[in-house]
């Protein structure tokens, strides 16, 4: 298949281009910057410049690259900075969930383009009822946190004009395997606390786990909704203070919840405390996926040894930050 995979550069697009290409697809690759070009030809992709927040230049691009399916991964969260304001951080990101979904519809629509699959989350999202794990079809949150309502509201967007066009929706975990998670800096200098006693559950999945459901789901007829997560939807309390370990830095701190409200906000508390966890067991059944981490707790380890290992190695404090050995690429 041509596959054109919108957001080839970032996290998860830099992993699937290359397991496309084993699979045997021609992949078209595009970035927002042309500087990117040579980065997605040596991950075996053709590069294109796009902009999905561009209508007529998506509608322009797709009818050229005459692609077989298509591949939302595009998301805006390279620079962000967590805050409090959920919304905020995400504000370009749900922008790209909403406008820039519907601009890839209709370009494929336009070309004919039968096959389309779109990056969603499966994390935070679900109804704070009931067990602690939950399928595709448990209701989402009826009330999520106010900072948090249009980013929810971005992402229930998406699911509904991609399943309505008969695309497949992923709702990925929260991903790692990469030395520049968001979650290493913080995890790292203890600024990421167990909130009250720490039950709020985490879907996690490795991301060369999530680019082979990927791989997978393009192949399968849609529409369809489905969980890439790994098998272990584990509480904080559990988690945290694995990922320090991992990353050999001290445990994890532990805060009561009013604390953490006034200073992280309702959603870090909901985050941390209530949240559920989300089942794989659909996307195992009906794409054939199994995980090759099925559980953080080695996944952690493979992934954070080695930015432990040359954190330790990190000779001069006075180097300049670009020769940090902390700062491996990906
Ligand atoms: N499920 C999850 O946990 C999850 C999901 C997404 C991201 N993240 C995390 O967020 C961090 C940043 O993610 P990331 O590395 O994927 O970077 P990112 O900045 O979110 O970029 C993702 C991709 O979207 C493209 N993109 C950005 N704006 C676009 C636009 N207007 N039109 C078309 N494409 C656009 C980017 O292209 P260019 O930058 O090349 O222009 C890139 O290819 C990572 O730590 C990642 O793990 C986590």
Redesign the pocket.
């Known amino acids: 298949m041509r596959v054109f995979v ?9 992993r699937l281009v290359p397991q496309l290409v084993d699979r045997g697809h021609e992949v078209i690759g ?4 042309t500087e ?1 070009a040579e980065h997605i030809r040596a991950l075996g992709a053709d590069p294109v410049a ?5 209508s007529a230049g998506v509608r322009q691009t797709v009818l050229e690259a005459r692609p077989d399916a298509i591949v939302h ?8 900075t967590f805050s409090r304001n959920f919304d905020r951080t995400f504000a ?2 749900n ?2 969930r909403t406008e ?1 979904t519907d601009a890839l519809l209709a370009a494929a629509r336009e070309a004919g383009v039968d096959r389309f699959v779109a ?1 969603s ?3 935070y999202r679900t109804a704070r009822e009931g067990g602690p794990v939950k399928t595709e079809d448990d209701p989402l949150d009826p009330a999520p946190p106010a900072a948090t309502r249009e980013s929810n509201a971005a992402m229930r967007y998406l699911e509904e004009a991609v399943t309505n066009a008969g695309g497949i929706v992923l709702r ?5 395997g ?1 030395a ?3 979650l290493i800096e913080p995890v790292r200098k203890r600024q990421y606390p167990i909130i009250g006693q720490g039950g709020g559950i985490t879907s996690f ?1 490795h ?1 060369d786990d ?1 680019a082979a459901a990927t791989v997978l789901a393009l192949e399968h007829d849609g529409p369809g909704i489905f969980n890439i997560v790994d098998d272990e939807p584990a509480p904080a309390r559990e988690w945290l203070p694995a990922f320090a370990e991992a990353l050999s830095a001290g445990p994890p701190r532990r805060i009561p919840r009013w604390l953490a409200r006034l200073v992280a906000g309702e959603a870090a508390v909901v985050t941390g405390t209530e949240a559920r966890g989300a089942s794989n067991a659909k996307a195992k059944r009906e794409l054939g996926w199994e995980p090759s981490y099925p559980s953080w707790r080695e996944g952690f380890v493979a992934a954070y040894a080695p930015v432990a290992l040359a954190d330790r190695r990190m000779p001069d404090p006075a180097a300049p930050a670009s020769q940090s050995p902390s700062r491996l690429s990906t």
């Open positions: 919108a957001g080839a550069t970032g996290a998860i697009g830099t595009t970035s927002t910057s990117k796009l902009d999905l927040l561009d991964e595009a998301t805006a969260l390279a620079d962000a370009q990101t922008r790209l820039g990056q989350f499966a994390s990925y975990g929260l991903f790692y990469s520049n998670d968001g999945i991301l999530a």
